[in-house]
C-alpha cells in the first residue's frame, strides 16, 4: 500500500488552484492509502464551511474554512472518483493571515487525537505545535498514523522537547506505527533530531535506509521558509516506521522530474508491505 508525506506550503506558492489540481491528478492516479500534509492553510478571515465530506473532527476542533485546503483537496478527489476519510488540527497562525495545520487523510474511517508538544500553547505563536494522531487502517491492518511538523533543533526547547512529548504521547501505544511528516531536522546533521528519532524507545526505521528501492532522496535543495540561509539538498521530511512494517519503495515526487513542483518541499511517497 502507497502512502505520502507533503509540506504543501499551500496558498503561499504562485498559480495555487494549479498546484492543487497537479496534487489531485497525482493522488488520483496513485491512489495513496494514506496521505500527511502539513502547512494546510485557511485564510482567518474566510467562511466556515456548512458541511464536510468524511471529516472526522477532533476533540476541540478548530472550524473548517470553506478555502481549507484539505478540504478542498478531498472535494476534489471525490469528483475524481476518489473517496477519501480526513481530519484537520490547528496548530498555530501562519504568515499573519492563515490557520495553519497538518491533515491526515486515509481510504478508510479515521478516529483522530491532536495532541500539544511544543511548550508554547498559544495559537498566536508559531512555535505552537500538535501532532494528529489517527487510528486507522492501512488495507485491512488497524495502524497508528502520525503527521507530524516539528520544530528546529534548538539549545533548549525545539525540537527535543517535542520529541520527548511525542514519545510520551505514543508509548502505549500497541499497533504499528507510521510517523510522517516534515521533523525539520536534516539526517546529515548528527547528535540533533534525526538520531533522537533513530535511537528512541519507540524502535522505529527509515523508510529511506530500509527501502528495497530508492529514487531520489532529498526533501529540500534550496533556501525555502525556515531555512532561508540554505545551500545544501536536506532530507528533512520523513516516513518513519514500526520495525514489523516492510518498506519497499522510497520514491521522491513533485520534485520537476517525474511530477511537478508545487511547493518548497518536494513529497516522500513509499510503499508498504
Known amino acids: 500500500m502507497k502512502v505520502l508525506t507533503l509540506n504543501t506550503h499551500s496558498w503561499l506558492e504562485n498559480n495555487p488552484l494549479e498546484k492543487l489540481q497537479q496534487l489531485v491528478d497525482h493522488i488520483s492516479k496513485e491512489e495513496y492509502a494514506l496521505i500527511a500534509l502539513q502547512e494546510v492553510n485557511q485564510r482567518i478571515n474566510s467562511l466556515p464551511v456548512v458541511s464536510t465530506h468524511n471529516f472526522h473532527p477532533t476533540k476541540h476542533q478548530q472550524p473548517i474554512h470553506e478555502d481549507n485546503f484539505a478540504h478542498l483537496l478531498v472535494q476534489l478527489l471525490k469528483a475524481q472518483g476518489h473517496d477519501y476519510h480526513w481530519s484537520w488540527a490547528y496548530n498555530h497562525i501562519g504568515y499573519d493571515a492563515y490557520h495553519e495545520g497538518v491533515a491526515l487523510l486515509s481510504k478508510q474511517p479515521i478516529q483522530p487525537k491532536a495532541v500539544l508538544v511544543s511548550k508554547e500553547k498559544n495559537p498566536d505563536d508559531h512555535h505552537t505545535r500538535l501532532l494528529l494522531i489517527g487510528q486507522t487502517k492501512l488495507a485491512d491492518r488497524p495502524i497508528t498514523v502520525v503527521c507530524c511538523h516539528y520544530s528546529w533543533w534548538l539549545e533548549s526547547g525545539g525540537f527535543s522537547y517535542e520529541w520527548q512529548q511525542t514519545e510520551q504521547a505514543l508509548k502505549s501505544q500497541t499497533l504499528p ?76 515526487v513533485f520534485d520537476g522530474k517525474q511530477t511537478p513542483v508545487i511547493s518548497d518541499h518536494f513529497g516522500l511517497a513509499v510503499t508498504v508491505n
Open 177 to 252: 506505527l507510521l510517523l510522517m511528516g516534515d521533523f525539520n531536522n536534516p539526517a546529515s546533521v548528527a547528535q540533533t533530531g534525526y538520531d533522537l528519532v533513530l535511537t528512541s524507545h519507540l524502535h522505529l526505521q527509515d523508510s529511506f535506509l530500509t527501502a528495497n528501492k530508492r529514487i531520489g532522496e532529498h526533501t529540500v535543495e534550496k533556501a525555502i521558509d525556515g531555512w532561508g540561509e540554505n545551500q545544501e539538498k536536506l532530507r528533512i521530511d520523513y516516513i518513519f516506521s514500526s520495525q514489523e512494517l516492510t518498506i519497499s519503495n522510497y520514491h521522491i
